[in-house]
Structures are given as structure tokens and as C-alpha cells.
């Protein structure tokens, strides 16, 4: 995945994102290359997006505007707003202030294993 600027709009992300899954291993057979499913919420609500989608075979959940909520991606989306959090609780991640984007990969990196090791932890 490539690091963008702040200001960028994410569904211009949404392919490279998708062209980046690794293989899904463990089942017998070759292994899956993509998702059966990409959930967005609508900020994603493009019907060229949908589309760009649908061409790669993979279907599209996404949210549409101006349409009531309720549309059940809360729950989903919930998990990665929780794991946002998590990152934003480390400070050097917060506000971004290194130029190098090594070494902010890094950083996310690093914070990654910490709340990893957390979790483990508790298990244990």
C-alpha cells in the first residue's frame, strides 16, 4: 500500500488498495486473490467506483447518500473505526510529523506489534 497526503480523497485509493490483497491461504486449492466483498461507507458511493469493482469480480456494499441509515455496514465499519482509535493512541501517530515516509510506516509498524503483544497478553 502507498502512503498519500493528507488532503486526498480515499475511493482514489480504493484500487490500488484492492490490486495490493495478498493470497489467502490454508484452504486446499489455489489461493483466493481477492474478496468476495468490499464494504465502504458512502464516501465511496461513486457509481464509476462500483463499477471498477464489480469488473475486478468482486461485489460492492456500499452505502448510498441521501438514503436513511440503517443499512447494516455500521457493525463492520465499527472494527476499523476501533482500530483507528487504537493507532490514534499512540501520539506520534496522531498528527503526522515525520517527512519520511519510512519512517512513519515504521512507527505504524511498531504500534501495530504493541497493541498486538496487548491483546495477546490477555489471552494469555
Known amino acids: ?4 497526503g493528507g488532503n486526498r480523497n ?7 488498495l484492492l490490486a495490493k490483497v495478498p493470497s489467502v491461504a490454508g484452504l486446499v486449492g489455489r489461493p483466493r486473490r481477492r474478496p468476495d466483498v468490499v464494504l465502504g461507507d458512502r ?3 461513486h457509481d464509476k467506483y462500483r463499477r471498477l469493482v464489480w469488473a475486478l469480480g468482486i461485489k460492492p456494499v456500499i452505502a448510498r447518500r441521501g438514503v436513511a ?7 463492520h465499519r465499527w472494527v476499523v473505526e476501533r482500530t483507528i482509535a487504537w493507532l490514534h493512541g499512540f501520539r506520534r501517530l496522531r498528527v503526522r510529523w515525520e517527512r519520511r515516509d519510512d519512517i512513519h510506516e515504521a512507527f ?3 504500534a501495530t506489534c504493541l497493541i498486538t503483544h496487548r491483546h495477546v497478553q490477555r489471552l494469555c
Open 1 to 4: 500500500m502507498s502512503l498519500t
Open 10 to 16: 480515499d475511493v482514489t485509493q480504493l484500487l490500488p
Open 43 to 45: 464516501g465511496y458511493d
Open 69 to 75: 441509515h440503517g443499512s447494516g455496514l455500521g457493525a
Open 108 to 110: 505504524l509498524g511498531l
